[in-house]
């Protein structure tokens, strides 16, 4: 049978906000106690006393993700470059057996301009492409006949180039993506390569993002 500390630990531990904003102590532990309580008795099966829950919220041990911020800091915001692109759209088809004749058509189109932002995603049943907003014509042109499931303009992006060392340490699309949610800005598209990661924002939060993420990186 789990004790009154194995259940708050359980409960804390699924919930990353909570536990970091706990460790940073930004959390009130009474307030906590009586949130969580109706869970604990539940795990327990018997009523439990808000001073006991406060009592194993304060015994509660940092995780090794909370243990290790610092290194999933480091890793990835070393590098220092963060590139910006403003003037973007975003476009969202269902995937079709027509489908990579467009896009081969589009990447033809483009060419080798390097002034262009362009990337494509596919899933298993849709494909994603952001790309300059001054191609907007020619994407909605050559994918008419497709079938668009979703479309949105006036976005930019920041892209962050991650070391090698990434892949290795857990933790690290959530240190860089939490930031962005605590600050309630939506995140549009997030494409990611192995040492690459982008975050698509609309404009209007383009400067907020940049900010938050600078302010990470001098912290």
């Given at each position: 049978m789990k004790t009154i500390q194995q259940a708050v630990t359980t409960i804390i531990n699924k919930t990353p906000f909570i536990e970091e904003a706990l460790y940073d102590k930004l959390i009130n532990v009474s307030s906590l106690a009586r949130i969580i309580k109706p869970e604990v008795e539940q795990i327990l099966k018997k009523e439990i006393k808000d001073g006991a829950i406060m009592m194993a919220i304060n015994r509660l041990s940092p995780s090794s993700v909370l243990k290790t911020r610092r290194n999933i800091k480091k890793i990835a915001l070393s590098s220092g470059d963060f590139i910006m692109r403003s003037d973007l759209c975003d476009y969202t088809f269902k995937n079709t057996p027509t489908l990579i004749q467009k896009i081969t058509k589009l990447l033809n189109d483009i060419g080798n301009d390097s002034d262009n932002f362009f990337t494509i995603s596919q899933g298993v049943f849709e494909t994603n492409?952001?790309?300059?907003?001054?191609?907007?014509?020619?994407?909605?042109?050559?994918?008419?006949?497709?079938?668009?499931?979703?479309?949105?303009?006036?976005?930019?992006?920041?892209?962050?180039?991650?070391?090698?060392?990434?892949?290795?340490?857990?933790?690290?699309?959530?240190?860089?993506?939490?930031?962005?949610?605590?600050?309630?800005?939506?995140?549009?598209?997030?494409?990611?390569?192995?040492?690459?990661?982008?975050?698509?924002?609309?404009?209007?939060?383009?400067?907020?993002?940049?900010?938050?993420?600078?302010?990470?990186?001098?912290?």
């Open positions: 492409i952001v790309l300059s907003k001054k191609l907007q014509a020619k994407i909605e042109e050559i994918f008419k006949d497709e079938i668009s499931l979703y479309s949105i303009t006036n976005l930019a992006s920041i892209t962050i180039k991650l070391p090698k060392s990434n892949v290795e340490q857990s933790g690290v699309y959530y240190f860089i993506l939490k930031q962005l949610a605590w600050a309630d800005i939506p995140v549009q598209e997030v494409i990611s390569t192995t040492h690459e990661i982008t975050i698509v924002v609309k404009e209007t939060d383009i400067k907020q993002a940049f900010s938050i993420l600078m302010d990470m990186k001098l912290s």
